[in-house]
């Protein structure tokens, strides 16, 4: 079972709120993802995690902050957004952070900042 | 230059039809490629995996050239359903290089 489940499916948030997005798989990957998807383009990745460190923050702002738990939970969480921080958040996982093994992603968060 | 690249499309073809996407990438250190579909306002779903001997999935065939940095994804008879837009992906070291994707619509 390829699944990867997300929470919450939509979310609204004003400037000042503080918010989190997660993220929750049962297939043993090591790597969890998140990404950020505007309309019309492909995905961005933001954060890698690999065996629960982070490995890779692409030079994300640290309005966006992540934490992963465990090896089966990725959160991120939100601080003072902007509005052009909405998009379509995606997270994925993967048995490891190698090229060979395919990305599964999760159904992704819908987040409008008003 | 991206680094990977396709045709944004849209590519509109009816029923039955085979319709080929193409895609460049342009780092050769990459090893794996990938084809990923996307409905809209949905996650991309893994359609296939891209090997050097090229892979063949019912109706879906995925070819990779090396010496000219090109892959390529075959759908054969296309259905109603495969209206969708396309990614292509490359895995450069570490992460995924996502190409911008190309727009299919299948008509009746």
């Known amino acids: 079972d390829t699944e990867v489940t997300q929470t919450p499916k939509h979310l609204v948030m004003g400037m000042t709120n503080k918010k989190s997005l997660k993220c929750e798989q049962h297939?043993?990957?090591?790597?969890m993802y998140w990404y950020k998807q505007k309309a019309k383009k492909p995905p961005e990745l933001m954060f890698v995690y690999s065996y629960e460190k982070l490995s890779i923050n692409e030079s994300v702002p640290s309005r966006f902050s992540p934490e992963c738990p465990n090896s089966s939970l990725l959160n991120l969480h939100l601080h003072a957004l902007q509005p052009e921080d909405s998009a379509l958040y995606l997270c994925?996982?993967?048995?490891?952070?190698?090229?060979?093994?395919?990305?599964?992603f999760g159904p992704g968060t819908r987040l409008t900042v008003t | 230059r991206k680094e990977v690249e396709q045709d944004p499309g849209p590519f509109n073809v009816p029923e039955g039809a085979t319709v080929a996407f193409n895609c460049t990438y342009s780092n050769s250190a990459s090893q794996s490629f990938f084809w990923y579909r996307q409905d809209c306002r949905k996650e991309p779903k893994l359609l296939m995996s891209?090997?050097?001997s090229g892979n063949e999935d019912g109706r879906f065939t995925a070819q990779l050239n090396r010496a000219s940095q090109y892959i390529s994804l075959l759908i054969r008879d296309s259905k109603l359903s495969d209206s969708a837009t396309y990614l292509c992906v490359a895995h450069n070291t570490d992460k995924l290089i996502f190409g911008t994707g190309t727009r299919l619509q299948v008509f009746p």
């Open positions: 297939m043993g990957h090591r790597a």
């Open positions: 994925a996982s993967s048995q490891a952070q190698d090229r060979r093994y395919e990305q599964y």
């Open positions: 891209v090997y050097s």
